[in-house]
């Protein structure tokens, strides 16, 4: 006779620091991934920071080569010269990642053939938290929103995540509503 258990572990809740407002975005950004890859079932997208981690192992490798080539200094300026022009010239391309492509993207995600990118903004010393869910294709369709971040943490810091994914679940589905219309 065999008996079949079922555990659920239940996890623990988030506690953050209050007024540390880093700590606090990354747990809400974190929440954010967990709830469009899990709950509505998106695969996330990593080919833009699998790039930056390959240009930045490519400005090591440059570091690297300055510093160790075999040949001693005076001899050695022409590699020095093209190995720092290179890390410039890398360091570039990784900033207009970053201002230009990437911007305030936390996360883009894609499922079947509809792509997301989902943006977030939390001032320093503003308890607004401002999340906008957009067509990956169609920057146009977007829904944003902004809700202060007291509906999300107690007042020991323990992360309400429960109210938070209500509050994504009725945001996604006013984007799936727009998202439809456009098709």
Same mark, same amino acid.
């Given at each position: 006779?065999?008996?079949?258990?079922?555990?659920?572990?239940?996890?623990?809740p988030?506690?953050?620091?209050?007024?540390?407002?880093?700590?606090?975005?990354?747990?809400?950004?974190?929440?954010?991934?967990?709830?469009?890859?899990?709950?509505?079932?998106?695969?996330?997208?990593? &080919?833009?920071?699998?790039?930056?981690?390959?240009?930045?192992?490519?400005?090591?490798?440059?570091?690297?080569?300055?510093?160790?080539?075999?040949?001693?200094?005076?001899?050695?300026?022409?590699?020095?010269?093209?190995?720092?022009?290179?890390?410039?010239?890398?360091?570039?391309?990784?900033?207009?990642?970053?201002?230009?492509i990437?911007?305030?993207?936390?996360?883009?995600?894609?499922?079947?053939?509809?792509?997301?990118?989902?943006?977030?903004?939390?001032?320093?010393?503003?308890?607004?938290?401002?999340?906008?869910?957009?067509?990956?294709?169609?920057?146009?369709?977007?829904?944003?929103?902004? &809700?202060?971040i007291?509906?999300?943490?107690?007042?020991?810091?323990?992360?309400?995540?429960?109210n938070?994914?209500?509050?994504?679940?009725?945001?996604?589905?006013?984007?799936?509503?727009?998202?439809?219309?456009?098709?």
């Amino acid at each position: 006779m065999s008996t079949t258990t079922t555990t659920t572990t239940t996890e623990k809740p988030i506690q953050v620091t209050l007024y540390d407002s880093n700590t606090i975005k990354q747990t809400l950004d974190d929440s954010i991934v967990k709830y469009v890859t899990s709950a509505l079932s998106y695969t996330q997208n990593q &080919k833009l920071n699998y790039t930056k981690v390959l240009f930045g192992l490519i400005g090591c490798t440059l570091a690297a080569i300055a510093q160790f080539y075999p040949i001693p200094f005076p001899k050695n300026k022409p590699v020095l010269i093209l190995c720092v022009a290179l890390y410039v010239v890398i360091s570039l391309i990784l900033y207009y990642i970053n201002i230009f492509i990437q911007k305030d993207y936390i996360l883009q995600a894609s499922k079947s053939n509809d792509e997301i990118k989902v943006a977030t903004v939390l001032q320093k010393y503003d308890p607004n938290y401002q999340v906008k869910i957009e067509n990956a294709k169609n920057s146009s369709i977007n829904v944003p929103f902004s &809700k202060s971040i007291d509906l999300y943490f107690d007042t020991k810091g323990t992360f309400l995540e429960s109210n938070f994914h209500n509050d994504l679940s009725v945001q996604f589905k006013k984007f799936a509503k727009l998202n439809v219309k456009d098709k």
